[in-house]
Structures are given as C-alpha cells and as structure tokens.
C-alpha cells in the first residue's frame, strides 16, 4: 500500500507543476483534464502527508523518552500518535480506492411502469415524487424531459434530469426494478396487489467521454402531448432522436422550443450510449464479485416497499427502514450511505 502511496505523491506533485505550465495552461482541454487528476488525488495526498507525520512525531517521542526530564510527556505524545496511526491506515485504505469517475456528475433519471398495469404506473409517480422530494433535501434542481402520464395520475414513463454536484453519488444505486407490495384503492377486497416499477440511473455525459457520428442520427419532430393524449402544443416542437446503429431511442417534449427538445434528447441519447459501455466493462469487472452492489444488473429486484407491514427492504444488503412514510417523502439517506459503505467494503476487500 505504501508503494503505491508513494507513486501517488509524486505523480500530484508532478501534477502541481504541470498544471501551472503556461503552455498546458493554454490547452484548455489538457488543462482541465489535468486539473481534474490533480483535484481527485488531493485528500489521498493530504491523508498520506498527516500519516507521514505521525509517523515522525511517533519517531520523535520514542527519542526523547531517552531523557528522564522528558520522558513523561513524551509517552504522553508517543501513546496518543500511536492511537491516531491505525485510524488514519484504515482511512487510507478506503481513500485507495479507485473512486467512480461519474461520481460528481448530474444524472438522467429513467422511470417506467412494470408488470401491474395501472398499479405500477401509480407506483411509477409514487417513486417519482420521492426522488423530487430527495433532490430538494440536497438542494439539486430537476427538469421533466419526457413523460408519459396515465388517467389516474400515475406515469407509464418518466424521464427527469437531476442537476447537482454529487447526484450520482447518491442516486446510481437506485438503478433495478423496484417492487411494491399494497392493497390498490380500486381492490374491493381487500387483496394485496404486487406490481414493479424500474428505475435507471444515468450519469451525464460529456462531449469528450462520447462521439456519435450526426449521421447515425434519425431525428423526428411532433406535437408534444398530455395525459389521455390532448395536444399541450399546437408547433410541432417535440424531438425524438434514433441512433440507427442501435435503435436506442431518446425523446423529450417538455421544452418550449424544437432545439431545447433536442439538446436535451440529445444528452439522454448519450447518457444510453455511455451506459451501455459503461456496462460491458462493469460486467468484466464485476465477473468475480459476489454482491455487485453498485453494478447490479437493472432487470434485477433490488427492493421491496411493502405497505401492509410499512417496511422497506433493499435485496443487495439485506437492509430494512421501517420510517415508512419518511422514507417516500424523500428521507433516502439512512439507506443510500449503507449502499455505499456496503459497495466500498466489497470494493475494498477486492483490492485486498
């Protein structure tokens, strides 16, 4: 670990003076790029110094316990760096971990309706409305990019963007089929009805990370629609985007003008392009671990909202929050940070 530690310092301080080399600085792209090394090495450099010199108070004490004068208070000195040395190889070893690139990036967030016919359209705008809710507790902002709502209220379809720094952090977890398990208002019965909604987690792409050829791009323009498919525009300003070679398909309908439409149908065709890549590598990637928290594959359950008893359980990590209510108004937090240090110990164990 501590070899690697050692490359990581040099190459940040080789870092440090390339990044402010007039003729890097002059290449924007280079710079950036550079800069951007620079920044995610930052706390691993900032944590090896502060261990360094622990290292070296520790050395100190262990000299000056040699004069009886000093001996006392440096015990005191050598003791109390002794106990901050084992903390700070723990934080160490998680800081090594090579973080997800994607991490401080927006999001396109994907939601459609399973089996369960109008249940899970209801359920679809029940999970929409929590990830609305989450986003305002962290003070990101969401824009609608398309929607396909049903009579009731409920969505057959939704796409929205999240804008934040670190909303993929947060949300890539969310990605799979989502189940939920309640009695619907029009079951006489009394019967619990089970139905799905899946959920899918994109991060927004860059120019850079992506190249599409314009000419495999179809694109295609008609009225934007509402619920039970009543015109909301009388200009022909919806824009649906077909990239030929793999017959993905972004649409969006919710901007006031044609070219809004298609710039954002356009991030979202990247962001579907980006994944799929993204996914084949995850998948070489992943071939050998067990729990695959954060690359789960999006067709499987990985969650359960079980009304009847107010328990939500998460498949991955075997977890269960019982604040029912809380956790659909948006208070996702208490699950997500056990995702995540789930997915970093199963991370950290593979590095070992």
């Keep these: 670990m501590f070899e690697k530690l050692e490359l990581v310092e040099k190459r ?3 870092l440090t003076t390339q990044i402010s080399d007039p003729e890097i600085i002059a290449n924007t792209n280079k710079w950036r790029e550079l800069v951007k090394e620079h920044s995610g090495m930052e ?4 944590k090896y110094r502060e261990y360094k010199e622990i290292l070296k108070n ?3 004490a ?3 316990m040699e004069d ?9 000195e050598y003791y109390s760096n002794k106990d901050k040395i084992a903390k700070v190889e723990e934080e160490l070893k998680f800081l090594l971990i ?7 990036k927006s999001v396109i967030c994907e939601i459609r309706g399973g089996a369960g016919g109008e249940e899970a359209a209801l359920f679809a705008g029940t999970l929409f409305r929590m990830y609305g809710m989450y986003a305002e507790r962290k003070h990101w902002k969401i824009e609608i990019l398309n929607e396909n709502a049903t009579e009731l209220g409920g969505y057959k379809e939704i796409s929205f963007m999240v804008t934040g720094k670190g909303a993929y ?7 799979g089929v989502h189940r939920v398990q309640r009695v619907p208002d029009t079951e006489s019965s009394g019967r619990i009805h089970t139905s799905a909604a899946t959920v899918a987690v994109l991060p927004v792409v860059e120019d850079v990370e992506i190249d599409i050829n314009p000419a495999d791009i179809k694109m295609e323009v008609f009225r934007a629609s509402g619920a039970g498919g009543q015109h909301i525009n009388k200009t022909s300003s919806a824009v649906r985007l077909i990239h030929v070679p793999t017959g993905i398909v972004a649409e969006c309908q919710t901007q006031r003008s044609q070219l809004q439409n298609r710039e ?3 991030n979202m065709l990247k962001s579907r392009l980006y994944e799929i890549e993204k996914q084949k590598q995850d998948n070489e990637i992943s071939s050998t671990r067990k729990l695959q928290v954060g690359t789960g594959d999006r067709s499987e359950k990985i969650r359960t909202y079980n009304y009847p008893q107010g328990r939500i359980t998460d498949h991955r990590i075997g977890f269960s929050v019982y604040q029912f209510e809380n956790f659909l108004n948006g208070d996702l937090d208490e699950m997500i940070d056990n995702l995540i240090a789930a997915d970093r110990a199963e991370k950290l164990q593979g590095e070992e």
């Design 68 to 76: 009886p004068e000093m001996k006392d208070l440096a015990e005191e």
């Design 12 to 14: 940040y301080e080789e």
């Design 43 to 46: 706390d691993v450099v900032t």
């Design 264 to 266: 954002y149908a356009m």
């Design 62 to 64: 262990k000299e000056l």
């Design 98 to 104: 090579p973080k997800d690139p994607n991490d401080d």
């Design 169 to 175: 952090s947060r949300l890539k977890f969310e990605s």
């Design 58 to 60: 520790i050395e100190e």
